[in-house]
């Protein structure tokens, strides 16, 4: 034995307690260790059942299909993917069990990409922020408050952002637009703007030009207070038995709303608190 083997040997030892806890030691089943297989036997159970669902869609003539599309179109594509599905369902339940066991749907119309149409809706979108495209931009602002005017800012950016093909109106469309109607004669309306055309001055009231004016649909919400207050003066100048039934008649509506009925309690107000004529001097109808 060399003599280094007795300095070893002297080495105090370390206590058992110290050693016991680096020792690997069995669990038990009621130890952590079986949480986590109970979630990997959920985890198996889950795709089990995800592939059987699979392997019946694949069995009625589906297929899944993932692909990147431009973020614009994901909506109406999902849409149109849903909808053909149902369709596609549909069709194989009336083959199955004959035409008289459910209701007759509309004949299945695969949609068909227009790609010509694609590519226009993608260019005008484009276009519409482009330095070269303002000067035709601003004629667009121009025609329409000039043709369509008094028109709110809020009704001309919309329609401006969907004749470019865009649905709703966004950050980047409104600071676009925002220069071009910088010059425009413009009156406080609430918290929108009224612009009105430039062979015409502002007024307190304006007649009512119905819910289509050149030729253009427009909803309740997008005729400036003017007109309403005009169209109530008037309403109430002939004194019918319901004034808010003959409102609705005269602005294509069926069904008298809770906010209708309140907004014109709330223009009947203005009118009494300016002191005007409730019935103006208008052609009858």
């Known amino acids: 034995m060399s003599a280094a083997m007795p300095a070893l040997m002297s080495l105090p030892t370390a206590p058992s307690d110290r050693i016991s806890r680096y020792r690997i030691t069995p669990q038990t089943k009621d130890e952590p260790m079986s949480r986590s297989k109970t979630r990997k036997q959920l985890k198996a159970e889950h795709a089990k059942r995800s592939k059987a669902s699979e392997d019946r869609k694949r069995a009625d003539g589906l297929a899944k299909v993932t692909i990147w599309v431009p973020t614009e179109h994901a909506d109406r594509m999902k849409a149109e993917a849903r909808k053909l599905c149902e369709l596609h369902q549909a069709n194989r339940v009336l083959e199955k069990h004959g035409r008289d066991a459910v209701p007759l749907l509309p004949p299945i119309r695969e949609p068909r990409a227009n790609k010509s149409e694609t590519s226009e809706a993608s260019e005008a979108k484009r276009k519409f922020f482009k330095d070269s495209y303002q000067p035709a931009l601003r004629e667009m602002v121009l025609g329409l408050v000039d043709s369509q005017g008094p028109i709110l800012k809020s009704h001309l950016t919309l329609r401006l952002a969907r004749d470019h093909g865009f649905d709703a109106t966004g950050a980047r469309i409104r600071k676009t637009l925002e220069p071009h109607f910088a010059d425009l004669v413009a009156k406080p309306h609430g918290k929108d703007t009224l612009f009105w055309p430039t062979h015409q001055e502002p007024v307190d009231r304006l007649e009512f030009r119905g819910m289509t ?9 997008q005729v400036p207070d003017e007109e309403k207050l005009h169209l109530i003066a008037e309403i109430l100048g002939r004194e ?4 808010i039934r003959e409102l609705c008649r005269r602005i294509e509506r069926t069904k008298v709303t809770e906010k209708l009925e309140a907004e014109f309690h709330r223009l009947r107000n203005v009118i009494e608190a300016r002191h005007e004529d409730t019935a103006p001097d208008i052609a009858a109808e």
């Open 213 to 221: 004016v050149a030729g253009v649909e427009r909803s309740w919400v």
């Open 240 to 243: 019918p038995d319901d004034p």
